[in-house]
C-alpha cells in the first residue's frame, strides 16, 4: 500500500507541475494570428484587440486596446480627463505608445453644451462709429438657446452720452453748431445662430474653446435732440431698431463665458431743425420735431461681457 | 523531501501567477506626458510672410484714409516675429467735413469774421499718403474652427508692437493761408509793429510733413492653406497730428502748439502668403 501511496502523490505533482507549466504557454500565447501584411499601396489596418495585452514589453505598437467594457459615464471624471487634456505640452519628440479605447475620441466632443440652457448675459458697450458723440450703455441680455446653435433672447440697454474731441471742435473752429442726439435707451427681441466653432492655445500651455455667434433682431429705442441752443426743449423720438451683429465667445467654465462683439443698430432718427427762434419758428418741442430732419443712421457698437449660464452644469447624453 | 518539493513548486506558482497579474494589469495613459497637439502644423515658424493689404481708417473724424500697401514678416518662432508695413493713401472727406462745408461761406463773410470760407476750411485738412510700421509681434494664440461645420480652419491671434511713421500732406495755397507769422507781431511800415491778426483762418495748417510715433495691433490670420491666410488686423498708428489743421488750443492762431498724440485707427484686410510655401509638422 505505501507504495501505491508514494505513486499517487509523485502523480499529484506531476500533475501540479504539469499545469503550471501549461499555464505559461496559454498565457504567453497570442490570442490572435499574427497581424495581416499590409495591402498593396495602403497602410496595415491596426489591429483592435479586446482584451490587454499579456506582458508590457511585448506590446504591439500597432495595436489598438479595446481594454476591458467601459465603465458607466462618470461626469466628474470625465471633466478632470478633459482639464488634464487641456494642458498642452511643448512639441518635441514624440514616444510612439500604444494606443488605448479611452485614447481613441471619434469626434471630440463639446466641452461645452448650450442646448436647453439660459444665457444671463450683463454686457457694457460704446460707440464705435460716431464722431461727435460716445454713448456708453450698461445692458444685459437674457437668451434661451432651443439647440446648441439657435437661440432667442431679449435684451435692453441704457445709455450715457459724452462728447467727443470734434464736438468743441467744430464750433470753435469752423463756427457752426453741430446737430447731435443722444440715445436714451433700447430694447430688442434677438435671434441668435452660431456657425463658427473652434479652440486656440494660449502660450502653448492652455486651450480656450470659443465661438462666433451672428445675432439679427428687431427692437425699438429712443433718442432725444440735443439743442444747439440750451433755451430751447428737447424731443425725443421713438425708434424702430433692427440690428445685426456678430460676438465671440469664450468659454471659462461650464457656467460662465465671456463675450465679445460687435452690434450694428440700424434706424431713421429725427434730427433738431436748422432753424428755431424763440417765440416763433420751431420753438416750442413738439413743433420743433413735427419739422424735424430724418436721416438713417447705422450706431455700430462694440459690447463686451460676461455671461452665467443657467443651469450652471450639464450633462452629455453622448459617448465621448 | 516530497512535502519540501511539493512546497517549493506550490511558491514557485504562486510567483509565476504574481508575475502573470502584474503583467496583466491595465497600463497606464501615456499620452497623459505626450505632447497636446501631435503632428502639428508649424504654419508660421520660421516662414516668411508677405502680404498684399488694404486699410481704412476707422472712425476717422475729418478725412478717411484708404489705401493699400504690404506687409513683410519674418516668423522667428511660432509666437515670435518682425515686421515692416508700408500703405500708400488716399483721403476721402468724412460725412462730417461734407456737412460742415454745406454750411460755410463760399468766400469771407465780414459778418462772419471768424468763420472760414469753404476753401479755408477744406484746403488745411491734411491727408496721409504714406504711413507704416516696423514692429514686434507677438502670437500667443492659435487653434482651429469649425465653420459651418463643413470649413475646418487653422487660426492664430496676434498682438504687434513697433514705431509708426507717416507721411502727412497738407495743401494750402498761400492765398489762403498768407499769415507769415502766426499769432505773432509783425514789424509794419515805418517802424511800426503791427498785432497779430488772430485770424486762424489764414494761417498755414501746420500739419504735414514726417511724423514718427507708436505702433499698435492686433489681428487674425485664418489660413485658408498651408501657404495662405486671411489677415484681418486693427492697427493704432500714434504720432503728434492736427487733422484738421485748426486752431486747436484756441488762442487765435495756428501753431505747432495745435498738434497733440492722436490715435489714427486702421482696420486692416490681407492675404499673406507665407515662403516657403510647404509647411512643417511635429511630430
Known amino acids: 500500500m505505501k507504495p501505491l501511496r508514494m505513486r499517487g502523490i509523485y502523480r499529484s505533482v506531476y500533475i501540479l507541475l504539469g499545469l503550471v507549466l501549461a499555464a505559461q504557454p496559454a498565457l504567453a500565447q497570442p490570442k490572435k494570428p499574427p497581424p495581416k501584411e499590409a495591402p498593396k499601396g495602403g497602410e496595415a489596418e491596426p489591429e483592435i484587440e479586446m482584451s490587454g495585452d499579456d506582458k508590457k514589453d511585448k506590446v504591439d505598437p500597432e495595436e489598438i486596446d479595446m481594454g476591458a467594457e467601459p465603465p458607466p459615464a462618470d461626469l466628474s471624471a470625465d471633466l478632470s480627463a478633459a482639464e488634464q487634456s487641456d494642458q498642452v505640452v511643448k512639441a518635441g519628440p514624440v514616444a510612439r505608445t500604444p494606443l488605448s479605447w479611452k485614447d481613441i475620441l471619434v469626434v471630440v466632443r463639446k466641452p461645452f453644451l448650450k442646448a436647453k440652457r439660459t444665457e444671463l448675459y450683463p454686457m457694457v458697450g460704446t460707440t464705435m462709429n460716431d464722431n461727435m458723440i460716445r454713448h456708453y450703455t450698461l445692458g444685459g441680455e437674457i437668451s434661451y438657446f432651443l439647440t446648441d446653435v439657435l437661440a432667442i433672447g431679449v435684451e435692453g440697454q441704457y445709455y450715457v452720452d459724452s462728447f467727443r474731441e470734434p464736438f468743441d471742435l467744430v464750433p470753435r473752429q469752423a463756427r457752426r453748431l453741430p446737430t447731435v442726439n443722444k440715445y436714451n435707451w433700447s430694447g430688442a427681441l434677438n435671434f441668435h445662430y452660431v456657425p463658427v466653432y473652434g479652440k486656440f492655445a494660449i502660450l502653448d500651455r492652455k486651450l480656450i474653446t470659443w465661438e462666433v455667434q451672428f445675432t439679427a433682431g428687431i427692437g425699438a429705442g429712443q433718442s432725444e435732440v440735443i439743442p444747439r441752443d440750451t433755451t430751447f426743449d428737447a424731443f425725443t423720438t421713438l425708434l424702430i431698431m433692427p440690428n445685426i451683429g456678430a460676438n465671440m465667445r469664450f468659454f471659462l467654465a461650464k457656467w460662465l463665458t465671456v463675450n465679445v462683439g460687435v452690434r450694428d443698430y440700424m434706424f431713421i432718427d429725427k434730427f433738431e431743425p436748422t432753424m428755431r427762434v424763440e417765440g416763433g419758428m420751431n420753438d416750442s418741442a413738439d413743433e420743433a420735431k413735427s419739422n424735424a430732419s430724418t436721416s438713417f443712421i447705422n450706431n455700430v457698437m462694440f459690447q463686451i461681457g460676461l455671461s452665467f449660464w443657467l443651469p450652471t452644469s450639464f450633462e452629455y447624453t453622448t459617448f465621448r | 523531501m516530497i512535502k519540501q ?235 503728434d497730428d492736427n487733422p484738421s489743421g485748426a486752431d486747436y488750443n484756441a488762442n487765435l492762431a495756428v501753431t505747432d502748439d495745435d498738434s497733440r498724440f492722436l490715435h489714427h485707427l486702421f482696420v486692416g484686410v490681407g492675404l499673406s502668403i507665407m515662403f516657403p510655401t510647404k509647411v512643417k509638422r511635429t511630430n
Open chain 2, 5 to 239: 518539493s511539493i512546497t517549493l513548486l506550490a511558491l514557485g506558482a504562486a510567483l509565476v501567477g504574481t508575475v502573470e497579474t502584474a503583467s496583466a494589469e491595465r497600463r497606464t495613459n501615456e499620452l497623459a506626458k505626450d505632447v497636446a497637439v501631435r503632428h502639428r502644423r508649424l504654419l508660421v515658424k520660421n516662414r516668411f510672410e508677405v502680404a498684399p493689404l488694404f486699410e481704412s481708417t476707422i472712425n476717422a473724424d475729418f478725412r478717411h484714409i484708404i489705401g493699400g500697401g504690404l506687409k513683410l514678416e519674418y516668423h522667428l518662432s511660432d509666437m515670435l516675429s518682425i515686421g515692416a508695413i508700408g500703405v500708400g493713401s488716399t483721403a476721402i472727406d468724412t460725412k462730417l467735413v461734407s456737412r460742415i462745408m454745406e454750411r460755410l461761406p463760399d468766400a469771407p463773410d465780414p459778418m462772419e469774421p471768424r468763420a472760414p470760407s469753404k476753401d479755408e476750411y477744406s484746403s488745411r485738412l491734411n491727408e496721409m499718403p504714406l504711413h507704416g510700421a516696423a514692429y514686434v509681434s507677438l502670437t500667443p494664440w492659435y487653434g482651429k474652427l469649425a465653420a459651418f461645420s463643413q470649413a475646418y480652419v487653422a487660426f492664430d491671434f496676434y498682438f504687434q508692437a513697433g514705431l509708426a511713421f507717416a507721411t502727412l500732406k497738407s495743401d494750402c495755397p498761400t492765398m489762403i493761408c498768407s499769415d507769415t507769422t502766426p499769432g505773432e507781431s509783425k514789424p509794419g511800415p515805418g517802424g511800426e509793429t503791427i498785432p497779430p491778426d488772430n485770424d486762424p483762418n489764414n494761417d498755414p495748417p501746420l500739419n504735414d510733413g514726417q511724423r514718427l510715433g507708436l505702433f499698435l495691433g492686433f489681428g487674425i490670420h485664418v489660413f485658408l492653406n498651408d501657404f495662405l491666410a486671411l489677415d484681418l488686423t486693427i492697427r493704432d498708428y500714434a504720432f
